[in-house]
């Protein structure tokens, strides 16, 4: 195995190894801390694991049996294991179009409904808090598949509900399930993909996110003039945690968590499964996962490592970009109010209950189209350079929405608040739809992602719950013109400035060379922002935009 070394600007102190050997590469795993990697040794340590793989009686998964290229076998596993941002899309979509109809079937007044739509993000919060416990007991495959159990059963429950206090706890069980998903599946994907690929495999699970919102407002209108409408709406979701939960036993554990839990045989037969050896990079990334864990495993010893979060400055800077990025930039920017609200909203607009519904698939359509060019884009040009783009556009359709309630006229009302919407909905999905998740899921050490990944849920989930369950009275507060072009464009502005600052580029790099990134003090990543900033302006006041955008 190839050794650490312990280093400093001016000096290193060899544990083991050459690091002067032309053999060896010199990586930097902590502060002061080096790992050399030995080639020769390597190719070694693969040819030992082999013959011990041989010699174990393991077996490939039984999907590698009809998919054998790891190129593709990661790609089906990133999308199986987003089929439970479907799952959250289309409760999203599925509830909007129900509330037209529940509070008349079951007499349910304003506040109860509210309730109703509202504390499903509040089941998700508690969903969020058990990330990390339920992660590190069982793993992440198996915690993606009992909360596909998890939101069948409260589907059934919300479906079959003849009165409030079952569809309530229908829907709180329901958004358990969705809250534990959510901080672990992009950690999922995350810690079995390539680098090349790990920002657009990741950005999979926002897409399945806007293709389950839009397939929602199909499945709403599909059942809307059915007798008992709405009960069809909600349980027909059943059909796809069916489908998680059975795909999901066919799908490897994450290596990165085997590897943490000592397994380290397994960790290599799902390396082997879903990224290869065939390359240099991905045999020195597998051997440096390895030691960067046991490195961190041991640094955790005999400790709460939780505060580290916040007591190492490295964890808290990066602390500190993820929950703005996802409670600011994702949450309080006010989809969730749109999305959930979406039929009603189309119903302020003037038109009647069905018309509403079949109106709301222009939102659906609009996300799941604009999200799709940022699996191919995140990887190109970047989680900072994605954000920054298109936050002017999320503010523009912001403004253009809330103004949209003061026209008369339904023709003009409509008009205006179906291209504000639009407009809002497309530059929320390319600029901070899913780069959150992207950067929640890479930007921690390894012994800390599940605590991270939960944190980054807690937020997520709390942002929907502020914007979901008081949403109605704060427009009766705010007016709908204030709450949209005021206090969401207010706030989206803030995230701007904060990403423009503090955040610092993750793209192309691996999980454990990310460590360094966060070991620069934010002063220094401040200015280096700032320099960059000086020059992409100059870049753009002299049209030259390939230098800005076209990026290798």
């Not at 650490?4 to 690091?19: F, S």
Request: hydrophobic share 50%; proline share 3%; glycine share 10%.
């Amino acid at each position: 195995m190839s050794e650490l070394i312990k280093a400093d600007i001016n000096h290193q102190e060899k544990i083991g190894g050459d690091p002067t050997d032309a053999d060896n590469i010199v990586v930097e795993i902590d502060a002061g801390v080096h790992y050399v990697v030995n080639e020769t040794q390597i190719n070694e340590d693969i040819a030992a694991l082999e013959e011990e793989l041989a010699g174990s009686g393991k077996k490939p998964y039984l999907l590698v049996r009809y998919i054998k290229n790891p190129n593709v076998f990661i790609w089906v596993l990133a999308m199986l294991a987003s089929t439970s941002g479907f799952l959250f899309g289309i409760d999203q979509s599925l509830i909007s179009g129900a509330s037209i109809y529940i509070p008349t079937d079951l007499h349910l007044d304003a506040s109860q409904m509210s309730m109703v739509v509202g504390f499903t993000p509040l089941g998700a919060i508690f969903g969020a808090l058990m990330i990390m416990p339920v992660n590190e007991a069982i793993g992440r495959k198996y915690t993606i598949i009992f909360s596909a159990l998890l939101f069948t059963v409260g589907a059934v429950l919300e479906a079959a509900a003849m009165g409030f206090g079952v569809l309530l706890a229908g829907r709180i069980i329901l958004g358990a399930a969705l809250g534990l998903m959510s901080g672990t599946v992009p950690a999922y994907i995350a810690e079995n993909c390539a680098i090349r690929w790990r920002g657009g495999l990741v950005t999979l699970y926002q897409c399945m996110v806007a293709f389950g919102v839009m397939c929602g407002y199909v499945t709403a209108a599909i059942f809307n003039s059915v007798k008992g409408n709405w009960r069809f709406m909600l349980g027909s979701s059943v059909v796809y945690s069916t489908i998680l939960f059975f795909g999901m036993l066919l799908m490897p554990e994450s290596s990165r968590w085997l590897m943490q839990k000592g397994r380290r045989l397994d960790a290599f037969l799902v390396w082997k499964t879903i990224r290869g050896f065939s390359t240099r990079d991905e045999r020195n990334e597998f051997f440096i996962m390895e030691r960067v864990i046991l490195y961190e495993k041991d640094m955790a010893k005999g400790r709460w490592v939780l505060m580290d979060l916040f007591t190492r400055p490295r964890c808290r800077r990066a602390l500190f970009i993820a929950v703005s990025y996802q409670f600011l930039g994702q949450q309080m920017s006010g989809i969730n109010s749109i999305e959930y609200y979406q039929a009603t909203l189309m119903e302020a607009t003037g038109l009647s209950p069905q018309n509403a519904v079949y109106s709301s698939l222009i939102g659906g359509g609009a996300m799941f189209l604009s999200t799709i060019p940022v699996i191919f884009l995140i990887d190109r040009l970047g989680r900072r350079t994605m954000a920054l783009t298109f936050i002017p556009g999320v503010c523009v359709g912001l403004f253009i929405t809330g103004f949209s309630f003061l026209a008369t006229g339904l023709g003009a009302r409509l008009g205006v608040y179906l291209t504000g919407m639009v407009l809002f909905t497309a530059f929320w999905s390319l600029g901070v739809g899913a780069g959150p998740w992207v950067v929640a899921s890479e930007v921690y050490p390894s012994y800390l992602r599940s605590y991270g990944v939960s944190i980054a849920a807690l937020s997520d989930w709390l942002g929907t719950f502020i914007t979901t369950y008081p949403f109605e009275q704060m427009s009766t507060a705010m007016t709908s013109t204030g709450v949209f072009a005021g206090f969401y464009c207010g706030l989206t502005i803030l995230i701007g400035v904060i990403l423009l600052l503090f955040m610092p580029e993750t793209k192309n790099l691996s999980l454990e060379a990310i460590n360094q990134v966060f070991e620069m003090p934010m002063r220094e990543v401040m200015k280096m922002n700032m320099n960059n900033l000086k020059v992409t302006w100059s870049n753009l006041m002299h049209f030259r935009f390939r230098k800005v955008w076209v990026r290798t």
